[in-house]
């Protein structure tokens, strides 16, 4: 499924579409060059799961967590990270408790030790636009695009 949105706000939206279908335990790959918006969208899943603080880049942190009444959504940013092993550092594990939501931004970098992605969500630079391309890969997956195709 391919989606063209323009600006910020519709990224935000998108991400608050992606939030009306979303149930845990779910993995999303968020995919693409640096500026695309990947932290944009996970800010809009994040307001449309009813989360109205900040939302950051976990780019430092590598982890942010996020609690979300009875499930947890977790967000990580895995560009800084030099080798896939420390995603255990990081208590990757703990996080698979299957009632969790994994938001994962650059997943190449932990390739081999992160769980298999649920939707992997593409971003490319489209001009002033933002190239959407949703890869559903798991049971979770397959739910959430097939709701947002109905929906659109």
Do not use: N
């Not at 009813?50 to 967000?75: D, F, I, K, N, Q």
């Not at 992160?114 to 391309?133: C, F, M, N």
């Not at 890969?137 to 959430?144: F, I, K, T």
């Amino acid at each position: 499924m391919r989606v063209r949105l323009h600006g910020q706000a519709a990224q935000i939206a998108f991400g608050r579409r992606i939030a009306e279908y979303l149930r845990s335990p779910c993995v999303i790959y968020l995919q693409g060059d640096l500026g695309t918006g990947k932290t944009t969208l996970a800010r809009g899943i994040l307001r449309g799961l009813g989360y109205a603080g900040p939302v950051r880049s976990p780019t430092y942190t590598l982890l942010e967590p996020y609690e979300l009444g009875a499930m947890c959504l977790y967000h990580l940013d895995l560009y800084r990270l030099g080798d896939p092993a420390e995603l255990e550092y990081l208590g990757l594990r703990d996080l698979l408790d299957g009632q969790s939501l994994l938001l994962v931004e650059w997943p190449e970098r932990g390739r081999g030790a992160l769980p298999a992605s649920d939707l992997t969500v593409r971003i490319e630079h489209a001009g002033e636009a933002r190239s959407l391309d949703l890869i559903a890969q798991g049971p979770c997956g397959g739910v959430l695009e097939a709701y947002l195709r109905v929906a659109e």
